[in-house]
């Protein structure tokens, strides 16, 4: 039997890696995709509590969830595209002019 | 016709406006005319005003008339109010009466000064506020009056400003004036803490209602207060060093303010209190002290003193000795008559040595002038005439006024007092007659290129000083021992409700029980002593100033350097109030308040260079924040719970 544990110790897991994946990782895009990961964690226990507690509103928030999801994804890319272009690499240690 | 007495103040207001306002665009002879015909109605209304106070019983003549209703917080109430008794109707006739002749006299003598209309603005600005002072009811409004002559003062004696001399001595008069009307502000206060109301009347009746003893603490403390604020405005001994140097002004201005009104104000303020000043004989004493002091001090600084104006200075100063000695014995009604015709004949021989200067193209130095009398016939006799009046040769106006000082602090000081005053009277026989003998007897010491342009004064100078001549020959007849008038129409105001036999001081009328005439008699010979010698020395005798200057070389020095008082409040005071400052400037100024309030931006700095480390420009770092932020705030909450 699968239980909202599970589903919450999954989602917890997703989301630490979600964190850790951005704290270390160097390539622009990598940490993009691990962002994804972490909203997508939050994404499940939303799921997971919708079902558990019988309500409507955590799905409902899923979708509000995704929606912003993508447009970040879209702005998001274009940036890395940008700074790309401009200093071809996507090595966020390359990228710290906005310093003192 | 009492009514009329706010016209009084309203004509100098009106001229002072009028030329203030739009005097530069306006003719001289406009300017000039305006502010002469502004003091002429005025004096003319004072005239009236003295007429229908004459209409009125002797006890019974004190008006008192308000304009308007001007502070009331509480229970302090101060109204614009003027009060008309035979005192200030006598001071606003002095006050309007020399001021009109000075007036006259300055159309000529600053005819070509660029100043023109600003003169004539200030002067009567100085008209108005002294006519305040003296009609004032109220300790506050007469405080208005006697800063307003003050600012006048300081106007006036910096008139020309250019000359750093005269804006330095215009500083001077104002700063000492600032240490006198501190303790006469304080005054103010103590008497309102006291009587709660600063209306003359009031004060004076509550004095004798509620029984202050004679001797009492506070009263004596009230009086000493508004004395310091007189020693300042009257220049007495220790703040008279500011008048000497306030000659840098034009002579009329001398002659009207430094001489014949502004500085007797403090004459006037004392016998306007002499209900406080009788319940307080230690005060008294210390005014007669003062007084005498002054009176022979500043003599023999007049002794020795080369320029013109000098000289007259300190005979001011002396002369208001003498009215200090007077009021300080209990002698009112002596010192006001002394100031009356101290008035008249100061102001004419200040305006003849104005018409000196004038005649000599602005020389002072008595040792380039000499031999004049014939240059300058009416001057000559004119000064001649103030001069008698002064050294106190009978029948002239200062014989009265200076006889009665001297009798009185006899009869009621002691004869310490009297034989200070005679000393004194002494030595202003005989640098009177010295300054008369230097400048118009003798060999022309003139340099050739002023006696070129040697000339008697126009006729608007010579008038007013035939005017104060006569008025210095007839000014003491007021006041003749036995039937003297002046005595009697001021008698209300100083033998008031008062019955001074608890404070041991006599005021009233009476004169004493000595001997008059013998009196008389040995001050008429003490002037002609003095007199003798300065023509034994300056005529007969011409080098004989110089032998006995050498021969005494120290105090000879010592008096030409005017006891070094000047220099010794430089060190005292000057230098270390200067130094104060500039220890305030140094460390309280610039070291704790610039300190404090640049510190506050430095520290803002410092943490700033320590916090904007944490701007690395890596994202890494940032987002470590972030989920540090997020761990705590989390941690907090499961805690909280």
């Known amino acids: ?59 409902l928030f899923v979708f509000f969830t995704i929606t912003v999801a993508a447009a970040e994804a879209a702005v998001g890319l274009a940036i890395i595209v940008a700074v790309f272009r401009n200093k071809e690499t996507v090595n966020i240690d390359d990228i710290n002019i906005m310093k003192w | 016709m009492l009514n009329t007495v706010a016209l009084v103040l309203l004509f100098p207001l009106i001229g002072t406006i009028i030329n203030g306002l739009i005097g530069k665009n306006l003719r001289k002879e406009t300017v000039g005319c305006i502010a002469c015909g502004a003091i002429g109605l005025s004096f003319l209304v004072s005239i009236v005003v003295f007429f229908g106070l004459l209409r009125f019983p002797p006890d019974a003549r004190l008006f008192e008339k308000t304009l308007f209703s001007w502070i009331e917080s509480g229970s302090f109430k101060a ?12 001071m606003i006739l002095i006050v309007t009466g020399v001021g009109f002749l000075i007036h006259i006299y300055s159309i000529g003598y600053m005819h070509n000064d660029k100043g023109y209309h600003r003169y004539f603005c200030y002067m009567n600005l100085f ?49 000492v004036n600032r240490v006198g009307d501190f303790g006469f502000a304080l005054g103010i206060m103590l008497i309102f803490l006291t009587f709660h109301t600063i209306d003359f009347t009031e004060v004076f009746s509550s004095v004798s209602n509620e029984g202050f003893h004679a001797g009492s603490f506070t009263i004596t403390l009230i009086t000493l207060l508004l004395f310091m604020g007189a020693t300042g405005k009257s220049a007495q001994i220790p703040l008279y060093t500011w008048l000497p140097d306030a000659m840098e002004g034009p002579t009329p201005v001398s002659a009207l303010i430094h001489a014949a009104t502004m500085v007797t104000a403090g004459v006037y303020m004392i016998a306007r209190c002499n209900v406080l000043y009788v319940l307080s004989p230690f005060t008294m004493t210390v005014v007669a002290s003062i007084g005498a002091a002054t009176a022979l001090f500043a003599a023999t600084i007049g002794l020795v003193q080369n320029d013109i104006k000098r000289v007259l200075a300190y005979s001011t100063i002396s002369q208001l000795g003498y009215m200090f000695l007077a009021c300080g014995v209990g002698a009112f009604t002596a010192g006001i008559f002394h100031l009356m015709t ?5 102001a004419l021989l200040f305006l003849g040595s104005g018409s000196v200067i004038h005649a000599l193209s602005g020389e002072q130095d008595m040792r380039k002038m000499g031999g004049l009398r014939h240059q300058i ?64 007897h003798g060999k022309s010491r003139v340099d050739h290129h002023a006696a070129e342009h040697l000339h ?19 000014g003491g007849f007021l006041g003749i021992p036995g039937a003297s008038a002046i005595n009697n129409f001021l008698a209300p105001v100083f033998s008031s409700h008062i019955h001074t036999e608890m ?98 931006a430095r520290l803002v700095g410092w943490f700033s260079n320590v916090f904007r480390l944490l701007q690395t420009g890596y994202v890494r770092n940032y987002a470590f924040y972030i989920v540090v932020g997020c761990i705590f705030i989390i941690v907090l909450t499961i805690l909280g719970k």
Not at chain 2, 127 to 152: D, K
Not at chain 2, 401 to 410: A, G, T
Not at chain 2, 465 to 474: D, P, Q
């Open chain 1, 1 to 59: 039997m699968i239980t909202i544990t599970h589903y919450i110790t999954l989602s917890a897991i997703l989301f630490t890696i979600g964190v850790i994946g951005v704290l270390i990782r160097r390539n622009a895009i990598v940490i993009f995709m691990c962002i994804e990961l972490m909203l997508n964690a939050v994404n499940l226990s939303f799921v997971a509590f919708a079902h558990y507690l019988n309500s409507m509103q955590g799905q």
């Open chain 2, 79 to 90: 109204a614009f109010a003027l009060q008309v008794d035979p005192l200030s109707s006598l």
């Open chain 2, 127 to 175: 008209t108005f506020s002294m006519l305040l002072l003296v009609l004032s009811n109220n300790f506050l409004l007469m405080f208005i009056g006697w800063e307003a002559v003050g600012l006048c003062s300081y106007l006036l004696i910096g008139f020309w400003f250019e000359k750093k001399s005269a804006s330095n001595a215009a500083k001077k008069a104002f700063v």
């Open chain 2, 342 to 346: 101290h008035a008249f004949f100061k």
């Open chain 2, 377 to 440: 016939p009416i001057t000559y006799k004119t000064f001649l005439i103030g001069t008698v009046a002064i050294a106190g040769i009978p029948p002239f106006a200062g014989f009265f006024s200076k006889d009665e000082i001297l009798l009185e602090s006899l009869t009621r000081g002691n004869f310490i007092y009297w034989s200070i005053a005679s000393l004194a009277a002494l030595f202003t026989a005989f640098y009177m007659f010295r300054l008369l003998f230097m400048t118009f």
């Open chain 2, 456 to 474: 008697e004064s126009p006729k608007n100078m010579t008038l007013p000083l035939t005017i104060l001549a006569g008025l210095s020959f007839v």
């Open chain 2, 503 to 600: 404070s041991g001081i006599h005021t009233g009328s009476q004169h004493g029980e000595g001997h008059p005439y013998l009196m008389m008699v040995i001050s008429t010979a003490i002037a002609i002593a003095g007199i003798s010698l300065a023509y034994q020395m300056y005529i007969k005798k011409p080098d004989l100033p110089k032998r006995l200057s050498e021969r005494f070389h120290i105090f000879y020095k010592l008096l030409l350097n005017k006891y070094y008082i000047d220099e010794i409040y430089d060190v005292l005071f000057v230098n270390t109030t200067k130094k104060g400052s500039v220890l305030l400037w140094k460390y309280i100024d610039a070291g704790m308040i610039d300190g404090s309030v640049n510190g506050i």
